[in-house]
């Protein structure tokens, strides 16, 4: 017995729930279909469980992709100002943190509870879990094989989402379904993931691992050259905080990190100026800009002596001191992976798709949407909100139905 649908989505998580939600509510008949045993586990674990589920500001500058301008569309059609509707319409509360990151207030099991309600109000079939075996496409249907029966559909959104986090069932069906109907990828790569260092290089600064500070972390050259003013974390292998997921998405390997321990102040001015307090030693004034556990290293790898008073210290050493503060460089030697990476960069080649409706511009009816595209948003909801509106200008734009679901030998 073949199913018949208007829409099969392929993929429970952000993107597809949402978009099975705006197909239903549109008078399409929608199968949403997804490997996995547990629907949109990003979204559980994101933000401390709280789910970071979009920012105050969005705009294309706040995402790396080959062709930076295919988010714009999509981005300007669906705001945050229209996914904080739906969360008004089903009284979840929300708050603001650092940088306009919105948050939900109680936790992130009430949007995936909200998306299922609204997927649930619009008629959406939900089969989990559900393998897709194969799929093909003749005339102007998808023929989609699964381990529950098939599916005949006339339009087909793959929302499978990326790489990252592959304890969760991260795939790459996305990718193998993209270019089975002749569509390039993008080289996939960890993204907002910790950087690692090799062990002999790093065999000094592994102590410092728990130490945090606000620090100015950049990489790159000329235009490409890309900074983020956030916070380090130290680790035992290397390097992580929201400064350095950040950097990781622009980061290349082989190229180095620039980072500014020092966080943008005049350090040597504030050195030189505190030699009036004669009588304070130079390791506790240094202490007061940096954490304790990092100025004591620092200072012994530049062999200066912490308990020396600071009015005796050469004005030269002082300047020394904060010049390499503030331009630490160092190569890291990879990441953490896709184990720690919070979402993928690369994915399918936005050039083969329509900006204004995700549809494949090598098969009609076929969709790619969230995260499996070549769209990769900043920390702080940014990959969620391109999540909705990916969603959002597909469903908008899939063809009206011609007829309700049914089963048929």
């Avoid at 306009?100 to 998306?115: A, K, T, V």
Wanted: aromatic share 8%.
């Amino acid at each position: 017995m073949t199913s018949r649908f208007d829409v099969l989505i392929i993929g429970a998580g952000a993107a597809g729930l949402h978009a099975a939600a705006l197909a239903g509510q549109r008078g399409q008949s929608v199968l949403l279909i997804d490997h996995a045993p547990r629907v949109a586990e990003k979204i559980r674990i994101s933000g401390g469980g709280r789910c970071n589920f979009t920012n105050r500001v969005v705009g294309p500058e706040h995402f790396l992709s080959d062709n930076p301008d295919f988010c714009r569309s999509a981005l300007a059609r669906y705001t945050p100002a229209d996914f904080l509707a739906l969360l008004a319409r089903h009284r979840i509360g929300w708050h603001e943190k650092h940088r306009g990151q919105l948050f939900c207030d109680e936790g992130s099991r009430r949007i995936i509870d909200m998306l299922l309600a609204e997927s649930a109000a619009a008629g959406v079939e939900h089969w989990q879990p559900c393998k897709v075996l194969g799929v093909e496409h003749t005339e102007s249907k998808f023929h989609v094989s699964t381990d529950r029966a098939p599916v005949a559909c006339t339009s087909l959104v793959v929302a499978t989402g990326g790489l990252s986090v592959p304890a969760i069932g991260a795939t790459d069906l996305g990718y193998r379904l993209a270019r089975q109907f002749g569509h390039r990828i993008i080289a996939p790569r960890p993204a907002l993931v910790p950087l690692t260092f090799d062990a002999q290089t790093w065999q000094a600064f592994a102590t410092l691992a728990g130490v945090s500070l606000e620090v100015v972390v950049a990489t790159g050259s000329g235009r490409a050259r890309q900074q983020f003013q956030e916070d380090l974390l130290f680790t035992h292998r290397g390097l992580s905080g929201p400064a350095i997921l950040q950097i990781s998405t622009y980061w290349r390997p082989g190229e180095p990190i620039d980072i500014d321990l020092t966080n943008g102040r005049d350090l040597a001015r504030e050195l030189i100026g505190a030699k009036t307090l004669s009588r304070q030693q130079l390791g506790n004034v240094l202490a007061e800009w940096l954490p304790q556990r990092l100025s004591a290293i620092w200072l012994a790898r530049q062999r200066l002596d912490a308990s020396q008073p600071v009015g005796q210290c050469p004005d030269r050493d002082l300047q020394r001191l904060a010049g390499t503060l503030a331009r630490w460089q160092q190569v890291p030697t990879g990441t953490e992976g896709w184990r720690k990476a919070e979402v993928t960069a690369g994915g399918v080649d936005t050039g083969e798709l329509s900006s204004r409706t995700m549809e494949s511009r090598r098969c009609p009816g076929l969709y790619f949407i969230g995260e499996v595209v070549d769209v990769t948003g900043w920390l702080g909801g940014y990959n969620f909100q391109w999540a909705w509106a990916s969603a959002a200008a597909c469903a908008r734009a899939l063809p009206f139905p011609s007829g309700a679901p049914g089963d048929s030998g």
